[in-house]
Every structure is written in C-alpha cells, then in structure tokens.
C-alpha cells in the first residue's frame, strides 16, 4: 500500500514499534542529570567504608547506587541514549573534580595543635581512600551506564512504547555485572578485602543486591518514566 504520495505508508506495527524521545531541553532533564551527580558522589565517599552485615560484605554506599542506574533508566528511556550518555560523561567529570577537590582539601596546611591534627588525621582517613574508589566508581558507572542505556534504547526501538518492564530489567541486569565487576575488582583492596573469597562475596552479593533493588523498584521506575512523558511537551513530537 503507498500514500497518495507514492510514497509506501507505514503500517500500524512499525508505527507503534517507532522510538520517541523527549529534547533535553527542559527543567526535567536537568533536574535527573543534578541528582545522578550527587548519587554517584555520596555513594564515592560512602564506598570507602567496609561494612558487614551478617555474612554480607559489602560498602557504606550500598543504599545509595542503585538509585543512579533508576536515574540512567528514566533518562535513557525518555530521552534517548545520546542524552544518558551526556548525562553519565557530565556525572563522570562532576565525581572526578569532587575528587580533586578532596585532595585539595587534605593537601592544605592545617592548625598544627591537637585538635587541628586530630581534624586533619579524621579528614585523611574518611577522604583519603576516596580518589581509588572514585577512580573504581567511575571506571564502573561509566561502562556500566553506557551499556545499560543502549540496551534499553535497542529494545525501545524494537517494542516502542510496549514491554517497558522487559527493557528495564533486562537492561539492568547486563549493565549491573558489568559496573560491579569493574568497580569491585579495584575497590576491594581500598576498603580491606584481602583473601579471594571475601572478594567473590563482595561481587556477588553487590550484583545481587543492585540488581534485586532495581528489578523491585521497577514499578516505581515505570511510574516515574510515565509520569514524565506526561509531563514532556516534546515527548514524541
């Protein structure tokens, strides 16, 4: 069949299955791109602390990761990969100059009494560790994000608007290995992980806890992902 044209008419399937996206020029993109930024910053400096919890090895920035890849999702499915990817390469530089700025901070001369020295010796042992973890964090986020959002936007451009849940866990999954892998494999050193088991526990329960938390916020993801293509004047237009 073609339009009056001439030109062949699209059918109904490859219409659905079309891709939309939203411009990134609007207060909600920015508002997503300023708080995965101080996720992946808090959880860098929550990430230098070992903590145990049971038979669960894991870091003091567990509760708070997981929420930047619920982040990538929402601005990888309404706005498109090369939006997340802007998004992750502007979080990665924000960590790194965070980072600087700790060094900075405990390279400065400080008052050289008692107190001045017990100030300067928390500073070191709370910010000291933190540039390897970010240099770990980043490592992670950057490869894990990246993968994760391209998987959600291929399957988007196979399914359109349909099989949301598909694309959030299945995207979740891959890039979650990924990330904490990465970031396991050269954190583990920082936070006190010496012996090869402690460190197999520390990927595995990382993996499996990232991925649990995303896969069980999943109904709030797609809240949130539909409440903004609401909200998006550009959103399909």
């Known amino acids: 069949m073609t339009t009056p044209s001439g030109s062949p008419a699209l059918s109904d399937r490859a219409l659905k299955a079309a891709p939309r996206f939203a411009s990134t020029g609007s207060p909600y993109f920015a508002i997503f791109l300023a708080v995965m930024a101080v996720v992946l910053i808090l959880s860098n400096i929550g990430a230098s602390k070992g903590v145990v919890l049971g038979p669960i090895v894991t870091d003091g920035g567990f ?33 790194a100059f965070a980072s600087l700025c700790y060094w900075v901070i405990i390279a400065l001369p400080g008052f050289g009494d008692e107190y001045g020295n017990a100030k300067q010796a928390a500073i070191e042992g709370a910010l000291g560790p933190v540039p390897l973890i970010v240099l770990a964090s980043l490592l992670g986020f950057f490869a894990g994000q ?19 849940w598909a694309r959030l866990m299945g995207s979740s999954g891959a890039g979650e290995f990924v990330d904490t892998l990465i970031f396991c494999s050269i954190a583990a050193s920082v936070i006190g992980i010496a012996d090869f088991g402690t460190f197999v ?4 329960v990382g993996f499996v806890y990232k991925t649990a938390v995303e896969f069980l916020f999943v ?8 409440w903004v293509k609401k909200r998006e004047p550009s959103y399909g237009a």
């Open 146 to 164: 990246t993968i994760n959002s391209w998987i959600l936007v291929k399957m988007k451009e196979r399914s359109g608007e349909k099989s949301l």
């Open 201 to 204: 526990n520390y990927v595995v």
């Open 63 to 95: 509760f708070l990761f997981p929420l930047a890849y619920i982040l990538g999702d929402v601005v990888s499915e309404v706005y498109g990969f090369k939006a997340a990817r802007k998004a992750i390469v502007t979080t990665f530089a924000l960590s």
């Open 219 to 226: 109904p709030v993801t797609s809240l949130v992902i539909g």
